[in-house]
T-cell receptor
Framework: NAGVTQTPKFRVLKTGQSMTLLCAQD?????MYWYRQDPGMGLRLIHY???????AKGEVPDGYNVSRLKKQNFLLGLESAAPSQTSVYFC?????????FGPGTRLTVL | GQQVMQIPQYQHVQEGEDFTTYCNSS?????IQWYKQRPGGHPVFLIQ?????EVKKQKRLTFQFGEAKKNSSLHITATQTTDVGTYFC??????????FGTGTLLAVQP
């Protein structure tokens, strides 16, 4: 039981490049979330999903898109990366109220 | 929108001293959760409080939920070096979304 996994662990992009972050969970959770973590600002919700095929905007959705084609996977896309998107990205999943986090992806946009 | 503030942002203690972090929400919460994030790690669920005035203990950690369900605290008795990390509160509302506080970074000097 791997829990929540994220790929890649690290990535460096140039401004304007695109990329997709993959989150996978093997706990059969309905809910999945993408957060970004910046120094002094805690965790901010980007997008979330309440089930396969559904997505919704969180607190800071601009510049990101998501898809949940399969229940176990939640993809976060950056179409045109900007330096302001340099951050650590965490994926989480939940069945009830408790959220289980992945190890994070550290993204740097130059 | 809903905001959850935590104080202090940073606390440095000598090993054996007590530590408290406080969490305040701008709105009434259905529940409050606490997470711990070790340096370089990901947030890990500690506990959830649901009832007004609820107090829960986990060994040296004591968690309280305010009577108005708008504030909470985490108290650690006799800190140890293993307590180092950032402690986040997270407020739960009507959906499965959480609003995370800004976190308190605890440093423990041996």
């Amino acid at each position: 039981n791997a829990g929540v996994t994220q790929t890649p662990k690290f990535r460096v992009l140039k401004t304007g490049q695109s990329m997709t972050l993959l989150c996978a969970q093997d706990m059969n959770h309905e809910y999945m979330y993408w957060y970004r973590q910046d120094p002094g600002m805690g965790l901010r919700l980007i997008h979330y999903s309440v089930g396969e095929g559904t997505t919704a905007k969180g607190e800071v959705p601009d510049g990101y898109n998501v898809s949940r084609l399969k229940k176990q996977n939640f993809l976060l896309g950056l179409e045109s990366a900007a330096p302001s998107q340099t951050s650590v990205y965490f994926c989480a999943s939940s069945y009830g109220d408790t959220q289980y986090f992945g190890p994070g992806t550290r993204l740097t946009v130059l | 929108g809903q905001q959850v503030m935590q104080i202090p942002q940073y606390q440095h203690v000598q090993e054996g001293e007590d530590f408290t972090t406080y969490c305040n929400s701008s709105t009434t919460l259905s529940n409050i959760q606490w997470y711990k994030q070790r340096p370089g790690g990901h947030p890990v669920f500690l506990i959830q409080l649901v009832k007004s005035g609820e107090v829960k203990k986990q060994k040296r950690l004591t968690f309280q939920f305010g009577e108005a369900k708008k504030n909470s605290s985490l108290h650690i008795t006799a800190t140890q070096t293993t307590d180092v990390g950032t402690y986040f509160c997270a407020g739960g509302g009507a959906t499965n979304k959480l609003i995370f506080g800004t976190g308190t970074l605890l440093a423990v000097q041996p």
